[in-house]
């Protein structure tokens, strides 16, 4: 007996004209993002990255905007859905703005908003794809949260996103405490994101690090880490094991 | 009508026959038993005088720890270890292959094994099975041509490092190799630095956990220091101990030595065929 392939989609909840209106893959993609709480306020750094697939396409992407006046938003992921997000929180801090109370929304605010945006989307099967780290202080209170493309969200002292979580977290577990001052914290980013050149392949050697404290942000220009390439095995690797790579 | 095809006997290595009845098996939701990993944190390290070699002692099974304290730091030869991560039996059965091997060449040669003996051995074995026996190994050893450490990949590609890492906590060992790995570590730092990468496996990968083994192999010999730190202990322990209840009374103790019942019969009739 003849048993013909069926040609409907595994997902066959959907429509037939719904599939050219979702979101399926991302295109241009930007790597990990990490942050973390320091005595003044928050510090996060992002290269600018924007990766094509396996091209390195863009190389000048600020994957970090600052949002009203006491948040910082950083993404990974999607660039064109990043652009959206911040058209998104253009509007609402205008319409905060609007209202003239003397009140504008803090970093908490912020990052409920994001958070309710991320899951409607993707209960509709239509993510915005990134991973955002949002970060800011108001009133002396610290806040520094995160946010997946699927919705789930949380706050700690220390945040990554992407290969972030893999090779930065286990660092900062290990080495943050509470009250770093300004330059011990930029050590520590460093690390972490020198660690992520070496290993991550589609981290680049440009970053910027951002700062936001009660007086407001202030972001680095551009710049480079040190690598260090100078071991003696890399030299001459297969010295003793003749024949081998 | 006679069959004209002979069933000639598979010659070695995997018959691929089921894989399509096991394709379609897996779609109708009929999955195979998940197998014994070694989750795992295994690492390397080239300092001074040899190697040193670190490895966690958890072994799972899908999502449950099967063995707690499971040895992954595998012999092969009196200067040669290695870790293994990926499938526990294959792992196991793939050093230990070599082992003898390695043994067997040892009496043959009457030398010393090198390690890249080893490494060849393992990784014509690995490529053989185009990655179906799936032992990522952290291979490290001293002979005379000096201290060697080198990965094997389960598809059979080698590296040789100053530094490696393997297993699914690979990434969180790697971050603190990559931050505090420096040239020419005496022997106490690089065990500190061993450990605290296997910790950061333990602490942040859900796949290892339990204890931190390590191996440090030099020219003058190799210590082997099994559950060297032991930072997960049990955090309640009852101080009574346990004391069971009353068990069945013994009435009579008779032992009869096996020997006695049977009858050696010195030079007797050869066996026949």
Redesign the interface.
Known sequence: MQFTASKQPENCLLGPESDSQRTLYPYVTGTSVVALKYKDGVLMAADMGGSYGSTLRYKSVERMKPIGKHSLLGASGEISDFQEILKYLDELILYDNMWDDGNSLGPKEVHNYLTRVMYNRRNKFNPLWNSLVLGGVKKGEKYLGTVSMIGVNFEDNHVATGFGNHLARPILRQEWHENLSFEDGVKLLEKCMRVLLYRDRSAINKLQIAKITEEGMTISQPYSLKTYWEFSAFENPTQGAVGSW | MSKSVIETPPKGGFSFDLCKRNEMLSKKGVNPPSFRKTGTTIVGL?FQDGVILGADTRATEGPIVCDKNCEKIHYMAPNIYCCGAGTAADTEAVTDMVSSQLQLHRYHTGRESR??TA??LL?RHLFNYQGYVSAALVLGGVDV??P?L?TIYPHG??????FATMGSGS??A???F??KYR?GLTRNEGIELVTEAIC?GI??DLGSGSNVDICVITKGGKEYLRNHLQPNPRTYTSSKGYSFPKKTEVLLTKIIPLKEKVEIIEGGDAMEE
């Open positions: 080239t390690v890249v490494l060849t990784k041509t000096g060697h080198h590609s080698t590296d040789t490092l100053p990434l969180a790697m971050a603190v990559e931050s040239e950061s602490f942040n």
